[in-house]
């Protein structure tokens, strides 16, 4: 039988597609999900599972931002035929998404064991969600919120990158959160700061899912809900981007520090209740 039916898919889907790019936690929710519907959080074939549904989100980035990408990869492919084309910011962005997505690659082949052991217990997502709170906080106060898109540089890219790896190593942190608040911190704005965590996540989170199909199918997890999963995550999402684009553009990030906060205070309690289990 395979490890998650096909109605489980289809409720996982939906929260892949609504926390995959708010800052709230993708993996912490779904496997506060999986803890209630008594799916094994840390069963091969559930891990795995959960990183291929996400391919259903990053298929929503790529048919919203299609244009933006188009754009971004013509200008790559140009500037890789004439040099005159590679001083076009568009050029170099498009490396330093490359660029940026090494380190996380890194770190999660070696750390695999540990993600997928002692650091995916509840009890860290709970402690990530709580913590990761005051980080977004604390770096939305800081921000001068005075640099856009066209303003980011090598440098904001790598560090926005590379802050994927808290999400990676603390699941609860939220990449998204993570990404954001760096991006934040280095005084981008709140659109910038959201769009370049969208352009980040296009390679990391792929890469990710690719890599875990084999898991995912191979140890206990069928075809239909994997398919039904990834489907229902990208219709979710592709409704989650468009709302948080209009809302980080007249908003802050007040409203999720203060949802993190009282679901990792929830998640805490009912650990301590033994109602769930790490």
């Known amino acids: 039988m395979s490890a998650i039916s096909v109605g489980q898919a289809v409720v996982l889907g939906i929260v892949e597609g609504v926390t995959e790019f708010l800052p709230i936690s993708s993996t912490g929710h779904l496997k506060i999900t999986e803890g209630i519907m008594g799916i094994p959080v840390d069963d091969t074939s559930v891990v795995g599972f959960t990183a291929v549904i996400q391919v259903g989100a990053i298929a929503a980035v790529l048919v919203y931002f299609f244009k933006d990408i188009v754009r971004i990869v013509s200008a790559w492919g140009r500037g890789l035929r004439d040099r005159e084309e590679r001083y ?21 082949l070696a750390a695999k064991p540990l993600v997928e052991g002692p650091l995916g217990s509840l009890w860290v997502v709970a402690a990530s969600l709580i913590v990761g709170s005051g980080v977004m906080w604390a770096a939305d106060q800081m921000g001068r919120h005075k640099r856009g898109e066209d303003d980011t540089s090598f440098k904001d890219t790598m560090m926005v990158g590379s802050s994927q790896i808290l999400a990676l190593l603390f699941p ?3 990449r998204s959160g993570a990404t954001m608040s760096t991006a934040l911190i280095l005084d981008l704005d709140r659109v910038a700061a959201t769009r370049l965590s969208f352009f980040l996540g296009i390679p990391a989170l792929t890469g990710a899912g690719l890599y875990e199909l084999k898991d995912a199918v191979g140890a206990g997890v069928g075809a239909a809900p994997l398919v039904v999963g990834t489907a229902v995550s990208f219709v979710v999402a592709y409704a989650s981007i468009a709302w948080l684009l209009k809302f980080v553009a007249r908003h802050s990030f007040n409203a999720f520090v203060i949802y993190r906060i009282i679901v990792g205070t929830l998640l805490f309690g009912l650990l301590a209740s033994g109602v769930l289990t790490s």
């Open 172 to 174: 609860g942190f939220s």
């Open 88 to 108: 076009h910011h568009d050029y170099k962005f498009a490396w330093w998404v490359i660029y940026a997505t090494v380190p996380i690659v890194v770190v999660g």
